[in-house]
């Protein structure tokens, strides 16, 4: 089968030259199955949309670490290593830079989230995320945590 049979009809999504951003986001995952998410802040890249909490990883870490940082940094919590659980990746070219994020799920945290760098947080059942406004690499990943988490 060759793949065109397949479905892809050679579209080239991806410019060359892309440069590749390594991002690594978590689930965090309630009692009641709802999804934290965070807004991104005004003066930031896509303000006001609402994403899963994490952020790129930087040199010498591996995602989970970077998700052990962020989760400090951000919202205040700790998370162990092994209570992530990887789920699914997002890969997506913007304008300026191609995505790459494995996304995670999170049941287990120290401490109550709460946005320390001002940005606004929320519960949210998956049906509800399609009535949030997501960053485009997201959207996809939607329909994945619906499936799993109902
Ligand atoms: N944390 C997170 N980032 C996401 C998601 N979806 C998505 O496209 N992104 C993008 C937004 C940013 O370009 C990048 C994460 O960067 P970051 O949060 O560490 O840093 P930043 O806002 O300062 O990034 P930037 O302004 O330089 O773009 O990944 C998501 O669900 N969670």
Do not use: N
């Not at 080239?12 to 978590?26: E, M, N």
């Not at 909490?53 to 092994?82: C, F, M, N, Q, W």
């Not at 997002?90 to 999170?106: G, I, N, Q, R, V």
């Amino acid at each position: 089968m060759d793949a065109e049979d397949m479905g892809c009809y050679g579209l080239q999504v991806t410019k060359p030259g892309l440069r590749t951003v390594f991002v690594s986001a978590v689930a965090m995952v309630d009692a009641d199955g709802r999804v934290l998410m965070a807004e991104r802040p005004e003066g930031k890249s896509m303000a006001g949309l609402w994403e899963f909490p994490g952020g790129k990883v930087e040199a010498g870490e591996t995602p989970e670490v970077t998700l052990v940082r962020e989760l400090h940094e951000e919202l205040g919590i700790d998370i162990t290593e092994s209570c992530l659980a990887p789920f699914t990746f997002a890969s997506h070219s913007y304008e300026d830079f191609h995505l790459f994020m494995p996304l995670y799920l999170c049941r287990v945290w120290k401490g109550e989230p709460h946005g320390k760098e001002g940005q606004k947080l929320k519960w949210v059942y998956p049906h509800k995320m399609v009535d949030l406004r997501m960053p485009g690499a997201d959207v996809p990943l939607i329909a994945m945590l619906r499936d799993f988490l109902g």
